[in-house]
């Protein structure tokens, strides 16, 4: 059974909460800082829930990663260079976890990342070693590159304070397995007050995700086949804005995706409907 090749990071919409706010007058701008060009590395914690027609799998996806500016421009351009330090994923099967064999491949990969200062991908390079598709029939490379991408979309141009708001769009085409999915998710920021976490002076954010996909391809034997999702989610972000980086995010996201596909002929469509559910947290380690 064919499942919607979806791409979805929610690092976007989310951060765990838990430190006490201040809901003060205090402005501050939210711009990604360059750090002194160190490394700062991150552990990324994602579960993904698929229910087609009752059948369920379930699959997880840990990654530690390092990050440096290389440079920012004074357009708001930002080259980032990406280091994936430790990486484990696969299914579960029972209680247990039975783990993809080329994951441990993949330590040590990088990824070269230049984003606009609307956050729009302009170029990438790197992930050289990494072959295949993921579990949801995604190109595992344009998986990784998407999910940058949406890690480090801006937090808006202005200086913000409590119950400030923006919105950001991100669009990106991603290959599936026999075709391609173009994908949107409009994600809308309330800043909620300010705080210390992991030690850090931090602004707390709330967001609100709407997802919109839709995609085509061919299945072996030439069979078209078309797929259209939508979906919403919420979640929170710490953001240090002394420093200029995320230090904390989780969120959920729920998605509807009907996978219509031939099979007689033009005539003979059937459609399938899965719910996919995401959850995933991020935190700064060091």
Not at 148 to 176: A, D, K, Y
Not at 244 to 258: F, K, Q, R
Request: charged share 30%; hydrophobic share 35%; net charge neutral.
């Amino acid at each position: 059974m064919r499942r919607l090749a979806l791409i979805l990071v929610i690092a976007i919409v989310g951060c765990g909460g838990g430190a006490a706010l201040e809901k003060g007058t205090q402005k501050v701008s939210l711009k990604f800082g360059k750090i002194g060009g160190q490394y700062v590395q991150y552990k990324m914690s994602t579960s993904t829930t698929y229910n087609v027609g009752g059948t369920i799998r379930q699959a997880l996806r840990d990654i530690t990663y390092s990050v440096r500016v290389d440079s920012i421009h004074p357009d708001g351009t930002i080259e980032r260079r990406i280091k994936f330090d430790d990486f484990v994923m696969g299914e579960i099967a029972g209680d247990k976890l039975e783990p993809d064999p080329n994951a441990e491949k993949y330590r040590g990969e990088w990824l070269y990342l230049k984003l606009g200062p609307d956050g729009e991908l302009i170029d990438w390079k790197g992930l050289d070693g990494i072959r295949g598709y993921t579990i949801a029939d995604e190109n595992l490379k344009d998986a990784i590159v998407q999910t940058m991408v949406q890690l480090f979309q801006p937090m808006g141009r202005e200086e913000v304070g409590v119950g400030s708001t923006w919105q950001q769009v991100i669009e990106i085409p991603v290959r599936r397995r026999g075709g391609e999915m173009n994908q949107k998710v409009i994600v809308d920021y309330t800043v909620e007050g300010f705080g210390k976490k992991a030690g850090r002076p931090c602004v707390k954010i709330k967001t609100k995700a709407r997802y919109e996909g839709e995609g085509e391809g061919e299945m072996a034997g030439g069979k078209k086949f078309w797929i259209n999702a939508v979906g919403e989610g919420d979640g929170e972000i710490w953001f240090d804005y002394v420093n200029g980086l995320p230090v904390e995010s989780s969120g959920t996201i729920t998605v509807t995706s009907d996978f219509s596909y031939e099979r007689a002929g033009k005539e003979d469509v059937k459609t399938q409907t899965a719910t996919i559910d995401i959850e995933e947290k991020i935190k700064l380690i060091k």
